[in-house]
């Protein structure tokens, strides 16, 4: 018990030190890097060329991963979005849980559309989504991003039948991309399933102009700017495609 009363003032010293030492880290924090509460607005927006939002993107995508994201006041941002938004881009990606589009690209609240299906195909409803966002929100920029080891592409190269004619539909917009690659239709090739990933992407793209007035218009003027990109699943990184 003598021992234990003992110990009592080291315990105490070390809690209050560890506490200082948790304050002392949130204020370096704070000194060295300034929380972003601005948004994008009209004005931004207006301002931006489409290869500065390319550009803005991709160094997005180079701090995620170095792992320094820029720090941001989410609530004031919330805040600063109530009455509208101006978001630059519109990306169209896949529904994997591995590939979070804000994060990877390093984007905060009002910055850009996120439309996501499984294996990034283009609907009507995707295709609303994106006159919306170019044609009445004015975004500059769409990207569609396929991504490394793609379930919905392998399982469409596998012919995956789960007795569902739902997922059947969407396996089917996949075939296209398959077909138009040489070789074995073997998921486990993953230099194969690489090419069709992004063939993926580019008949994506491609369907995107045949069957939006408005996209081919936008860019034929030069307002808008259409990429493909593939995320690495082993170190995060996002490659643009030719
Ligand atoms: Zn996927």
């Known amino acids: 018990m003598k021992r234990a009363l003992f110990l009592i003032p080291f315990a105490l010293l070390f809690i209050i030190s560890a506490g200082c030492d948790r304050v002392k880290v949130q204020t370096d924090n704070s000194e060295n890097q300034q929380l972003i509460s601005s948004v994008m607005t009209q004005e931004s927006q207006t301002e931006m060329t489409t290869n500065e939002i390319l550009n803005d993107l991709l160094e997005g995508n180079r701090r995620f991963v170095k792992n320094s994201l820029n720090l ?3 609530p004031a941002q919330v805040k600063a979005t109530t009455s509208g938004q101006f978001p630059k881009a519109v990306i169209l990606s896949c529904i994997d849980s591995r590939v979070p589009v804000e994060l990877v690209f390093d984007q905060g609240i009002g910055d850009i559309f996120v439309a996501r299906v499984a294996g990034n195909v283009e609907n009507e409803d995707v295709l609303g989504s994106i006159e919306y966002s170019v044609g009445v929100a004015g975004s500059k920029l769409i990207m569609v991003l396929g991504h490394e080891s793609c379930g919905a592409v392998k399982s469409a190269v596998k012919k995956l039948d789960v007795g569902s004619e739902n997922v059947t539909f969407l ?36 369907d995107i102009r045949k069957r939006s007035a408005i996209v081919r218009n936008l860019e034929a003027e030069g307002k808008i700017q259409i990429v493909g990109a593939y995320y690495n699943l082993h170190d995060g990184s996002v490659s643009l495609l030719e």
């Open 72 to 74: 941001r006041n989410l």
């Open 171 to 206: 396996l089917n917009q996949i075939e296209p991309a398959i077909l138009s690659i040489a070789g074995e239709r073997d998921y486990k090739d993953k230099n194969y399933l690489a090419d069709v990933i992004k063939s993926n992407v580019k008949l994506t793209i491609e």
